[in-house]
């Protein structure tokens, strides 16, 4: 089944209210809030739900400062119930999305579903790498006074572009579970096509300047944080997951309490644009 088809499958199950939850014990990570949270008896508070604040400082990796523009959006994937089970389910706009599940406080997408769509990704890239070589090639081209010798660099370039993407499917193909990073990647990225094919709203910042954005009364629950403009001379930033609460743990790793108000510190890279002599 292509991955067309699988949205096309998840749209009209949402359209139906039917939630598709697959058990995907294979990936899921042991989650802290789980095991020692819920081990030690302790449990967020409900009378916070609604009013916690999710906080971004954007920072440029080498020189540690602010980096202002771009915009960025959360979508609140999962929610806590106020049922006193003090669990994290999906809501009501991703319920319907095929082959994810929560478990403690990560969302996961099943199995098969992460390597189809790792091997989509990896296929997406080595197009745009491609695509980027030929257009550097053409525009070099009209400087230089050989054109058999650069179509015979190019070439060789796109040969050497094609053999790095077909490396990375491969390799994207037989994602190893203990590299949970990657594994959160490809999922967040899966959720990103689901929302633009399902047209799921997300929310914008309260307070958005200098670099520095946040998100104000929100509830209880798990976010994607997505960027939707990117800042002029940075690379994308890749979208990740957030929880609220956030649990907190000494250095030890025993449990001391709940953070409400979280935040984070993205490092943005600058792109280089290369020089073509």
């Known amino acids: 089944m292509t991955i067309r088809a699988l949205f096309e499958n998840a749209a009209a199950a949402r359209i139906r209210r039917t939630a598709v939850l697959l058990a995907a014990g294979v990936l899921a990570l042991t989650s802290c809030f789980a095991v020692h949270a819920e081990e030690a008896g302790n449990h967020p508070d409900m009378k916070k739900d609604g009013g916690s604040t999710l906080s971004l400082a954007m920072t440029d990796r080498a020189t540690g400062k602010a980096v202002p523009g771009g915009r960025l959006r959360i979508y609140q994937i999962a929610e806590m119930p106020d049922d006193g089970a003090y669990r994290y389910v999906l809501t009501e706009d991703f319920a319907a999305c095929g082959g994810l ?10 199995e098969t579903l992460v ?3 790792a091997a989509y990704l990896a296929e997406l890239e080595a197009e745009a790498e491609k695509s980027e070589v030929a257009e550097s090639d053409t525009e070099s081209a009209e400087d230089m006074e050989s054109a058999a010798e650069d179509a015979e660099d190019a070439e060789s370039v796109v040969e050497d572009a094609e053999n790095t993407a077909e490396d990375a499917e491969s390799a994207a193909a037989e994602p190893e579970t203990g590299e949970a990073a990657d594994v959160s990647y490809v999922t967040a990225k899966y959720l990103q096509q689901y929302i633009r094919d399902n047209g799921v709203e997300g929310k914008d910042p309260t307070v958005a300047e200098l670099g520095e954005v946040s998100w104000s009364k929100l509830p209880l629950g798990i976010y994607l944080v997505s960027e939707t403009e990117p800042v002029e001379g940075y690379a994308d930033i890749k979208p990740f997951f957030m929880t609220i609460p956030e649990a907190e743990y000494d250095a030890d790793g025993m449990f001391i309490g709940y953070e409400y ?3 984070a510190v993205p490092k943005m890279d600058k792109v280089h644009t ?3 002599y």
Do not use: F, H, R, T
């Open 261 to 263: 108000d979280v935040d």
């Open 274 to 276: 290369p020089v073509i």
């Open 101 to 110: 599940s929560v478990s403690g406080s990560d969302i996961v997408l099943e």
């Open 115 to 117: 390597k189809e769509y």
